[in-house]
């Protein structure tokens, strides 16, 4: 029985594979697909084997690949069909590997392909909100995944729960204080990049890998800052309206440039030095040593910030004008609010007194101070690597939310 017309090659002798005992219930289609790829399309291929079925399913797995077949009683003979050819024709690499194979816009179609990956066409757009590489971009994110992704420590290890420590009763409810304001700000700060994580093209991997590494840290943060908070077995601290209307602002900013410039560079700046703060002042090794794991994530976190901020700005002159205006839009938003509740502040300053003498307590609210000139510093000066002169730089910082956050 002749399936197909005669051709040249089906003239010249056919290759020949024997698949002994192999049926194609049992991956002998791998040993026939690579002797068909040697051939050219109308190659035949003469298939021999013991296996019962294998006339019946060779029939049947040919149709289904574009093959056709000619049959006889010994064996069958495929002739190489065009459709596995067909099926690639339209395909096309989702870029390359390497960071630097990076496309400024990845296609819809290529959805959620791994970057380099040669993709079939036909299947469906997948579109994500941010799909340009400039948008979300900066050279230093493999780099700081790895590093990352290096310095995760474990809560349960890292820091010893049982070190023993006294402190008077007042001394540990505002280190609970300090700690119940902290896990408030860190949920800001996980929610924020995992939102993100979620609307940004994965053609830029390195960029969720970071997004990813900061949401972990964000929620390691959120254990310890709870669990020294609960350690003595007292209530945790209040929440102040006012604190918690400056971090929801944070939740309404659509645009990652700007979220990352207020969280990242602004807040996380900020609290770099609120958090080495804690690490000099807190009155027990265990809040010490837990402010100190942060503030080396946290240092990650605006470094990410800082280098994408940086990328954008480069390649978009207006940038500087929207980042201006968000700080302001915040501001006035926040107008309203107390900013830093009077219970954290006063948490801080009895913190750095260590105990109740007019002295002490003097000394505590000279820390308190310092900490936030140092927070101000630290922020023009992140301003200024941006772009802003100084005196806008310093009008800028200014207006920064008083929650710190
Ligand atoms: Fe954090
Ligand atoms: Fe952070």
Redesign the pocket.
């Known amino acids: 029985m002749r399936s197909v017309s005669m051709t040249e090659q089906e003239v010249s002798p056919p290759a020949i594979i024997d698949l002994e005992d192999l049926g194609l219930d049992r991956g002998a289609h791998l040993l026939i697909d690579r002797a068909l790829r040697a051939l050219p399309i109308g190659g035949r291929l003469e298939v021999r084997g013991r296996d019962e079925a294998l006339a019946i399913h060779l029939r049947a797995w040919a149709r289904a690949r574009g093959h056709s077949f000619v049959e006889s009683e010994a064996s069958t003979t495929l002739i190489r069909g065009a459709a596995d050819h067909a099926r690639w024709d339209q395909a096309e690499r989702a870029g390359g590997a390497l960071p630097t194979d990076i496309v400024h816009k990845p296609g819809a179609n290529w959805g959620l392909a791994a970057r380099g990956a040669l993709v079939e066409a036909g299947g469906p757009p997948l579109h994500f909100d941010i799909e340009e590489k400039d948008l979300v971009w900066a050279d230093l994110a493999p780099r700081l995944y790895a590093q990352a992704a290096a310095n995760q420590w474990d809560p349960a290890t890292a820091i010893d729960w049982a070190s023993p420590f006294e402190l008077q009763e007042e001394i540990e409810s505002a280190v609970v204080q300090v700690m119940t304001y902290l896990v408030e700000?860190?949920q800001v700060?996980?929610i924020v990049p995992a939102r993100f994580l979620g609307r940004i093209h994965p053609h830029f991997r390195e960029v969720l890998q970071v997004l990813a590494v900061q949401a972990a840290?964000?929620a390691r943060?959120?254990e310890v800052f709870a669990r020294r908070a609960a350690l003595r077995g007292g209530p945790l601290g209040v929440s102040g309206a006012g604190g918690r209307a400056s971090l929801a602002t944070l939740l309404d900013e659509p645009e990652f440039a700007l979220a990352s410039f207020l969280l990242s560079v602004l807040g996380?700046g900020t609290?770099l030095s609120l958090l080495g703060f804690l690490e000099t002042y807190a009155p027990d090794p265990i809040a010490r040593r837990i402010t100190h794991l942060?503030r080396q994530?946290?240092s990650r976190?605006v470094a990410f910030g800082m280098a994408h901020l940086e990328h954008q700005s480069v390649l978009d002159p207006q940038l500087r004008g929207r980042l201006r205006a968000a700080v302001e839009r915040r501001h006035d938003a926040l107008l309203d609010t107390v900013g830093l509740n009077q219970e954290v502040f006063d948490a801080l300053v009895i913190m750095a007194a260590g105990s109740w003498t007019p002295s002490s307590i003097a000394r505590g609210y000279g820390a308190v101070a310092a900490l936030q000139a140092e927070m101000d510093e630290g922020r023009q000066r992140r301003l200024v690597r941006l772009g802003f002169p100084p005196d806008e730089a310093s009008a800028l910082s200014a207006l920064h939310t008083r929650n710190f956050m």
Do not use: C, Q
Request: zero cysteines; charged letters at 45%.
């Open positions: 700000n860190e700060a996980l840290d964000e943060h959120i996380e609290f942060a994530d946290e976190h």
